[in-house]
Protein backbone atom coordinates (compact mmCIF):
# COMPACT_ATOMS: atom_id res chain seq x y z
CA UNK A 1 0.00 0.00 0.00
CA UNK A 2 3.08 2.14 0.95
CA UNK A 3 4.64 1.82 -2.54
CA UNK A 4 0.73 2.37 -4.30
CA UNK A 5 0.64 5.59 -2.27
CA UNK A 6 3.60 7.23 -3.44
CA UNK A 7 3.46 5.96 -7.15
CA UNK A 8 -0.08 7.35 -6.85
CA UNK A 9 1.42 11.17 -5.84
CA UNK A 10 4.40 11.08 -8.24
CA UNK A 11 1.93 10.73 -10.89
CA UNK A 12 -0.30 13.60 -9.24
CA UNK A 13 2.51 15.83 -9.25
CA UNK A 14 3.77 14.64 -12.79
CA UNK A 15 0.13 15.80 -13.85
CA UNK A 16 0.36 18.92 -11.75
CA UNK A 17 3.45 19.96 -13.86
CA UNK A 18 2.50 18.71 -17.18
CA UNK A 19 -0.49 21.36 -17.37
CA UNK A 20 0.80 24.17 -15.47
CA UNK A 21 1.93 25.68 -19.21
CA UNK A 22 -1.65 26.13 -19.48
CA UNK A 23 -2.29 27.37 -15.65
CA UNK A 24 0.26 29.61 -15.76
CA UNK A 25 -0.90 31.62 -18.71
CA UNK A 26 -2.67 33.63 -16.09
CA UNK A 27 -5.04 36.10 -17.96
CA UNK A 28 -4.04 35.17 -21.46
CA UNK A 29 -7.06 35.87 -23.87
CA UNK A 30 -7.67 36.41 -27.39
CA UNK A 31 -10.19 39.39 -28.50
CA UNK A 32 -10.66 40.60 -31.63
CA UNK A 33 -10.08 43.86 -32.36
CA UNK A 34 -11.40 44.91 -36.07
CA UNK A 35 -14.08 44.13 -38.44
CA UNK A 36 -13.58 42.04 -41.70
CA UNK A 37 -11.11 43.51 -44.10
CA UNK A 38 -8.64 42.80 -47.26
CA UNK A 39 -5.67 42.10 -45.27
CA UNK A 40 -4.34 38.94 -46.13
CA UNK A 41 -0.58 39.29 -45.61
CA UNK A 42 2.47 39.83 -43.13
CA UNK A 43 1.63 41.78 -39.57
CA UNK A 44 4.28 44.23 -38.40
CA UNK A 45 3.63 46.82 -35.50
CA UNK A 46 5.23 50.11 -35.05
CA UNK A 47 7.19 52.16 -31.75
CA UNK A 48 3.80 53.65 -30.95
CA UNK A 49 1.73 50.30 -30.78
CA UNK A 50 0.20 50.61 -34.58
CA UNK A 51 -0.38 47.90 -36.67
CA UNK A 52 0.24 47.34 -40.23
CA UNK A 53 -1.02 44.61 -42.49
CA UNK A 54 -0.62 43.85 -45.63
CA UNK A 55 -3.05 42.18 -48.61
CA UNK A 56 -1.56 39.70 -49.94
CA UNK A 57 -4.22 39.24 -52.01
CA UNK A 58 -7.90 37.31 -52.35
CA UNK A 59 -5.78 33.80 -53.36
CA UNK A 60 -2.64 32.54 -54.62
CA UNK A 61 -3.03 33.74 -58.06
CA UNK A 62 -4.66 37.23 -57.87
CA UNK A 63 -2.15 39.92 -56.01
CA UNK A 64 -3.56 42.87 -53.52
CA UNK A 65 -2.06 46.04 -53.60
CA UNK A 66 -3.16 47.41 -49.95
CA UNK A 67 -1.03 47.79 -46.96
CA UNK A 68 -3.18 49.29 -43.81
CA UNK A 69 -2.73 50.91 -40.22
CA UNK A 70 -4.85 50.09 -37.44
CA UNK A 71 -4.69 51.81 -34.34
CA UNK A 72 -4.27 50.09 -31.15
CA UNK A 73 -7.96 51.08 -30.19
CA UNK A 74 -8.88 49.22 -33.48
CA UNK A 75 -9.30 52.13 -36.18
CA UNK A 76 -8.36 50.75 -39.80
CA UNK A 77 -7.49 53.22 -42.88
CA UNK A 78 -5.37 52.97 -45.71
CA UNK A 79 -1.86 53.45 -45.68
CA UNK A 80 -0.49 52.78 -48.74
CA UNK A 81 -2.09 51.21 -52.43
CA UNK A 82 1.16 50.68 -54.57
CA UNK A 83 2.43 47.30 -53.01
CA UNK A 84 2.07 44.15 -55.22
CA UNK A 85 1.16 41.03 -53.30
CA UNK A 86 1.70 42.63 -50.15
CA UNK A 87 3.37 40.08 -47.48
CA UNK A 88 5.83 40.77 -45.03
CA UNK A 89 7.67 44.25 -43.98
CA UNK A 90 9.63 45.82 -41.50
CA UNK A 91 10.48 49.00 -39.61
CA UNK A 92 14.59 50.03 -39.10
CA UNK A 93 15.96 52.20 -36.93
CA UNK A 94 14.97 55.37 -38.32
CA UNK A 95 10.76 54.78 -38.48
CA UNK A 96 11.44 53.63 -42.11
CA UNK A 97 9.05 50.79 -43.36
CA UNK A 98 10.12 48.47 -45.90
CA UNK A 99 7.94 45.57 -47.65
CA UNK A 100 7.76 43.19 -49.76
CA UNK A 101 5.93 42.82 -52.66
CA UNK A 102 5.78 39.00 -53.69
CA UNK A 103 4.05 39.49 -56.79
CA UNK A 104 6.52 42.26 -58.02
CA UNK A 105 9.63 40.30 -57.07
CA UNK A 106 10.57 43.59 -55.18
CA UNK A 107 10.99 45.18 -51.87
CA UNK A 108 9.65 48.91 -51.37
CA UNK A 109 10.29 51.48 -49.04
CA UNK A 110 6.87 53.14 -48.37
CA UNK A 111 7.14 56.84 -47.74
CA UNK A 112 4.95 58.68 -45.29
CA UNK A 113 2.79 59.33 -48.26
CA UNK A 114 1.63 56.04 -48.46
CA UNK A 115 3.46 56.12 -52.22
CA UNK A 116 6.76 53.66 -52.41
CA UNK A 117 9.97 53.36 -53.98
CA UNK A 118 11.57 50.99 -55.31
CA UNK A 119 14.62 49.28 -52.57
CA UNK A 120 15.78 46.31 -54.51
CA UNK A 121 14.78 43.29 -56.63
CA UNK A 122 14.47 40.08 -55.22
CA UNK A 123 12.65 36.53 -56.56
CA UNK A 124 9.39 35.79 -54.56
CA UNK A 125 10.45 37.72 -51.41
CA UNK A 126 8.67 37.23 -48.26
CA UNK A 127 9.63 38.17 -44.49
CA UNK A 128 11.85 40.96 -43.79
CA UNK A 129 14.13 41.41 -40.63
CA UNK A 130 16.45 43.83 -40.06
CA UNK A 131 19.49 44.00 -37.78
CA UNK A 132 20.86 46.41 -35.50
CA UNK A 133 23.12 48.14 -38.38
CA UNK A 134 19.53 48.40 -40.69
CA UNK A 135 20.56 45.74 -42.92
CA UNK A 136 17.49 43.96 -44.29
CA UNK A 137 17.31 40.57 -44.24
CA UNK A 138 14.29 39.24 -46.88
CA UNK A 139 13.31 35.83 -47.20
CA UNK A 140 13.25 34.41 -50.71
CA UNK A 141 10.44 31.88 -51.41
CA UNK A 142 11.38 30.95 -54.95
CA UNK A 143 15.11 30.48 -54.30
CA UNK A 144 14.54 29.19 -50.91
CA UNK A 145 17.10 31.95 -50.06
CA UNK A 146 17.72 34.21 -47.34
CA UNK A 147 18.97 38.19 -48.90
CA UNK A 148 21.06 40.26 -47.02
CA UNK A 149 20.18 43.92 -48.12
CA UNK A 150 22.41 47.00 -46.52
CA UNK A 151 21.66 50.73 -46.05
CA UNK A 152 22.97 51.56 -49.35
CA UNK A 153 20.90 48.40 -51.26
CA UNK A 154 24.23 46.44 -51.87
CA UNK A 155 23.10 43.13 -52.19
CA UNK A 156 24.17 39.85 -50.98
CA UNK A 157 22.87 36.58 -50.49
CA UNK A 158 23.44 35.69 -46.72
CA UNK A 159 22.76 31.77 -46.78
CA UNK A 160 20.90 29.42 -49.50
CA UNK A 161 19.89 26.28 -48.08
CA UNK A 162 17.96 22.85 -48.82
CA UNK A 163 16.38 22.70 -45.45
CA UNK A 164 14.04 25.91 -46.53
CA UNK A 165 11.07 25.15 -48.30
CA UNK A 166 9.46 27.96 -49.37
CA UNK A 167 11.78 30.52 -46.66
CA UNK A 168 8.42 32.50 -45.38
CA UNK A 169 8.74 33.89 -41.37
CA UNK A 170 11.71 35.24 -40.01
CA UNK A 171 13.05 36.94 -36.29
CA UNK A 172 16.13 37.50 -35.04
CA UNK A 173 16.91 36.81 -31.29
CA UNK A 174 19.01 39.16 -28.85
CA UNK A 175 21.92 37.71 -29.70
CA UNK A 176 21.85 38.28 -33.80
CA UNK A 177 21.00 34.74 -34.43
CA UNK A 178 18.03 34.45 -37.19
CA UNK A 179 15.07 31.96 -37.49
CA UNK A 180 13.27 31.53 -40.38
CA UNK A 181 9.78 29.45 -41.05
CA UNK A 182 8.51 27.14 -43.68
CA UNK A 183 5.66 27.73 -45.40
CA UNK A 184 5.20 24.55 -47.23
CA UNK A 185 5.79 22.02 -43.97
CA UNK A 186 6.54 22.37 -40.25
CA UNK A 187 10.09 23.47 -39.48
CA UNK A 188 11.62 26.43 -38.03
CA UNK A 189 15.36 26.90 -38.91
CA UNK A 190 17.88 28.66 -36.75
CA UNK A 191 20.80 30.79 -38.44
CA UNK A 192 23.95 31.64 -36.92
CA UNK A 193 25.36 35.43 -37.68
CA UNK A 194 28.25 33.12 -39.87
CA UNK A 195 25.06 31.37 -42.15
CA UNK A 196 25.15 28.32 -40.27
CA UNK A 197 21.67 26.01 -40.51
CA UNK A 198 20.37 23.81 -38.01
CA UNK A 199 16.66 23.02 -37.29
CA UNK A 200 15.12 24.95 -34.47
CA UNK A 201 11.97 23.23 -33.93
CA UNK A 202 8.77 21.53 -35.58
CA UNK A 203 5.18 22.88 -34.93
CA UNK A 204 2.32 20.82 -35.30
CA UNK A 205 0.34 21.44 -38.80
CA UNK A 206 2.85 20.76 -41.42
CA UNK A 207 2.44 24.78 -41.88
CA UNK A 208 4.64 26.92 -40.25
CA UNK A 209 3.84 30.40 -41.37
CA UNK A 210 5.18 33.36 -39.50
CA UNK A 211 7.49 34.12 -36.68
CA UNK A 212 7.55 36.89 -33.61
CA UNK A 213 10.01 36.92 -30.84
CA UNK A 214 9.31 38.67 -27.49
CA UNK A 215 10.12 38.33 -23.44
CA UNK A 216 12.49 35.84 -24.36
CA UNK A 217 10.16 33.38 -26.46
CA UNK A 218 9.20 32.50 -30.17
CA UNK A 219 5.52 32.14 -31.36
CA UNK A 220 4.46 30.93 -34.75
CA UNK A 221 1.39 30.63 -37.12
CA UNK A 222 0.44 27.42 -38.11
CA UNK A 223 -1.59 28.25 -39.76
CA UNK A 224 -3.06 24.51 -41.42
CA UNK A 225 -3.86 23.88 -37.76
CA UNK A 226 -5.73 27.12 -36.98
CA UNK A 227 -3.43 27.50 -33.69
CA UNK A 228 -0.48 29.83 -32.14
CA UNK A 229 2.60 27.42 -30.67
CA UNK A 230 5.39 29.35 -28.60
CA UNK A 231 8.69 27.68 -28.34
CA UNK A 232 11.36 29.02 -25.55
CA UNK A 233 15.16 29.34 -26.73
CA UNK A 234 15.97 26.01 -26.38
CA UNK A 235 13.56 24.62 -28.69
CA UNK A 236 10.85 23.71 -26.74
CA UNK A 237 7.69 23.51 -28.21
CA UNK A 238 3.90 24.32 -26.84
CA UNK A 239 0.36 25.34 -27.65
CA UNK A 240 0.35 29.16 -26.93
CA UNK A 241 -3.37 29.94 -28.19
CA UNK A 242 -5.93 28.24 -29.88
CA UNK A 243 -8.07 24.94 -29.37
CA UNK A 244 -7.67 23.70 -32.98
CA UNK A 245 -11.32 23.98 -34.09
CA UNK A 246 -11.26 26.12 -36.94
CA UNK A 247 -13.25 29.70 -36.51
CA UNK A 248 -13.24 33.12 -34.59
CA UNK A 249 -14.25 32.82 -31.24
CA UNK A 250 -13.26 35.12 -28.60
CA UNK A 251 -12.05 34.23 -25.09
CA UNK A 252 -9.24 32.26 -22.96
CA UNK A 253 -6.46 31.76 -25.21
CA UNK A 254 -6.58 27.67 -25.31
CA UNK A 255 -10.21 27.74 -25.63
CA UNK A 256 -10.63 30.41 -28.68
CA UNK A 257 -10.78 29.44 -31.96
CA UNK A 258 -8.51 30.65 -35.44
CA UNK A 259 -8.95 30.14 -38.65
CA UNK A 260 -5.70 30.06 -41.11
CA UNK A 261 -4.10 32.40 -39.09
CA UNK A 262 -1.12 33.98 -40.89
CA UNK A 263 0.83 37.02 -39.73
CA UNK A 264 1.98 37.73 -36.03
CA UNK A 265 3.94 40.93 -34.75
CA UNK A 266 4.49 41.72 -30.69
CA UNK A 267 3.75 44.89 -29.85
CA UNK A 268 6.22 47.58 -28.68
CA UNK A 269 5.73 46.42 -24.82
CA UNK A 270 5.87 43.21 -25.97
CA UNK A 271 2.43 42.12 -24.06
CA UNK A 272 0.28 41.73 -27.12
CA UNK A 273 0.54 39.81 -29.91
CA UNK A 274 -1.09 40.53 -33.31
CA UNK A 275 -2.30 38.04 -35.30
CA UNK A 276 -4.65 38.26 -38.73
CA UNK A 277 -7.20 35.57 -39.38
CA UNK A 278 -9.36 34.35 -41.60
CA UNK A 279 -13.16 34.79 -41.49
CA UNK A 280 -14.26 31.12 -42.29
CA UNK A 281 -17.14 31.93 -45.38
CA UNK A 282 -17.41 29.59 -48.44
CA UNK A 283 -14.89 29.90 -51.01
CA UNK A 284 -12.01 32.06 -49.45
CA UNK A 285 -9.56 31.12 -46.96
CA UNK A 286 -7.74 34.69 -48.04
CA UNK A 287 -10.18 37.40 -47.63
CA UNK A 288 -12.09 38.94 -45.28
CA UNK A 289 -9.71 38.79 -42.18
CA UNK A 290 -9.87 40.27 -39.11
CA UNK A 291 -6.73 41.38 -36.62
CA UNK A 292 -6.80 39.55 -33.28
CA UNK A 293 -5.38 40.30 -30.21
CA UNK A 294 -3.69 37.79 -27.85
CA UNK A 295 -2.20 39.13 -24.35
CA UNK A 296 1.13 37.46 -22.33
CA UNK A 297 0.48 36.96 -19.52
CA UNK A 298 3.42 38.40 -17.11
CA UNK A 299 4.54 34.72 -16.07
CA UNK A 300 8.38 34.18 -16.21
CA UNK A 301 10.88 36.73 -15.97
CA UNK A 302 10.54 40.83 -16.74
CA UNK A 303 11.23 44.20 -17.08
CA UNK A 304 13.16 47.04 -19.02
CA UNK A 305 14.29 45.29 -22.14
CA UNK A 306 13.74 41.88 -20.84
CA UNK A 307 17.11 42.53 -18.69
CA UNK A 308 17.73 41.72 -15.32
CA UNK A 309 20.08 43.47 -12.61
CA UNK A 310 22.99 41.34 -11.59
CA UNK A 311 22.64 40.03 -8.18
CA UNK A 312 18.68 39.68 -8.88
CA UNK A 313 16.99 36.70 -8.79
CA UNK A 314 14.18 34.07 -7.15
CA UNK A 315 15.22 30.92 -5.80
CA UNK A 316 13.25 27.53 -6.33
CA UNK A 317 11.04 26.98 -2.97
CA UNK A 318 12.05 24.21 -0.98
CA UNK A 319 10.66 21.60 -0.14
CA UNK A 320 8.67 21.67 -3.45
CA UNK A 321 6.54 20.06 -3.18
CA UNK A 322 5.70 20.37 0.38
CA UNK A 323 3.47 20.59 3.00
CA UNK A 324 2.49 22.43 4.83
CA UNK A 325 5.47 24.86 4.69
CA UNK A 326 8.04 25.75 2.28
CA UNK A 327 10.99 28.42 2.22
CA UNK A 328 11.37 30.94 -0.56
CA UNK A 329 15.06 32.37 -0.90
CA UNK A 330 15.78 35.80 -3.62
CA UNK A 331 18.52 38.14 -3.99
CA UNK A 332 18.33 42.20 -4.31
CA UNK A 333 20.66 44.33 -5.79
CA UNK A 334 20.59 47.22 -3.47
CA UNK A 335 18.26 48.48 -1.39
CA UNK A 336 15.14 49.05 -2.50
CA UNK A 337 11.00 48.30 -2.61
CA UNK A 338 10.62 44.34 -3.05
CA UNK A 339 6.99 43.23 -3.20
CA UNK A 340 6.38 39.06 -3.33
CA UNK A 341 2.72 37.71 -3.54
CA UNK A 342 1.36 34.05 -4.19
CA UNK A 343 -1.62 33.54 -6.33
CA UNK A 344 -3.27 30.05 -7.44
CA UNK A 345 -3.42 28.48 -10.69
CA UNK A 346 -6.58 30.96 -11.49
CA UNK A 347 -4.26 34.47 -11.29
CA UNK A 348 -6.12 35.11 -8.07
CA UNK A 349 -4.21 36.93 -5.67
CA UNK A 350 -3.69 34.38 -2.41
CA UNK A 351 -1.69 36.48 -0.21
CA UNK A 352 1.36 39.39 0.19
CA UNK A 353 4.37 37.96 1.95
CA UNK A 354 6.15 41.37 1.81
CA UNK A 355 5.76 44.97 1.05
CA UNK A 356 8.59 46.64 2.06
CA UNK A 357 11.59 48.29 1.23
CA UNK A 358 14.84 46.01 2.03
CA UNK A 359 18.49 46.20 2.14
CA UNK A 360 20.26 44.39 -0.56
CA UNK A 361 21.45 40.84 -0.31
CA UNK A 362 19.81 37.50 0.19
CA UNK A 363 16.99 36.88 1.89
CA UNK A 364 14.42 34.50 2.12
CA UNK A 365 10.83 33.95 4.00
CA UNK A 366 8.12 30.62 4.57
CA UNK A 367 5.02 30.55 3.62
CA UNK A 368 2.69 28.81 5.70
CA UNK A 369 0.15 27.22 2.83
CA UNK A 370 -2.36 29.60 4.41
CA UNK A 371 -4.22 32.53 2.50
CA UNK A 372 -4.31 36.20 3.66
CA UNK A 373 -7.78 35.23 6.07
CA UNK A 374 -5.02 32.71 7.46
CA UNK A 375 -6.90 29.36 5.88
CA UNK A 376 -5.24 26.95 4.81
CA UNK A 377 -5.37 26.76 0.50
CA UNK A 378 -6.31 23.22 -1.23
CA UNK A 379 -3.40 21.34 -2.79
CA UNK A 380 -2.49 22.54 -6.25
CA UNK A 381 0.21 24.67 -8.71
CA UNK A 382 0.82 28.10 -7.11
CA UNK A 383 3.05 31.01 -8.26
CA UNK A 384 5.13 33.25 -6.24
CA UNK A 385 6.15 36.64 -7.77
CA UNK A 386 8.94 38.90 -6.77
CA UNK A 387 8.53 42.72 -8.16
CA UNK A 388 11.58 44.80 -7.30
CA UNK A 389 11.53 48.54 -8.79
CA UNK A 390 10.12 47.56 -12.75
CA UNK A 391 11.63 43.73 -12.24
CA UNK A 392 9.89 40.74 -11.29
CA UNK A 393 10.71 36.81 -11.69
CA UNK A 394 8.09 34.05 -11.05
CA UNK A 395 8.41 30.90 -10.15
CA UNK A 396 5.71 28.08 -9.85
CA UNK A 397 5.24 25.34 -6.50
CA UNK A 398 3.14 22.75 -5.76
CA UNK A 399 1.41 22.02 -2.15
CA UNK A 400 0.17 18.48 -1.87
CA UNK A 401 -1.50 17.90 1.36
Given at each position: MKQHYTFSKRSFLTFLFSIFTSLALLGQTVSTLTGGFSASGGVRTDSDGNIFVADFGPNFNVAGTQVYRITPEGDVSIYSQSVLGATGGAFNSQGNLFWSSFAGNRVDRINPDGSTTLFAGISGPVAIAIDPEDNLFVASCNTNSVIRITPAGVQSTFVTSNNFSCANGMTFDNEGNLYVTNFNDSRVHKVTPG????????????????????????????????????????????????????????????????????????????????????????????HPSILRVITIPNVGIGGPNGLMPEGFSLKQNFPNPFNPTTTIEYEIPESGNVTLKIFNSTGEEIRTLIRQKQAPGSHSITWDGKNRNSQPVSSGVYLYMLKFGDFFQTQKMALVR
Open positions: GTVSLFANVPGNNAVNIAFTRENFYVTSRAAHQIYRITKAGEVSLFAGSGTRGNNDGPALQASFSLPNGISAGPEGDKLYVNDAVPLAGSNF
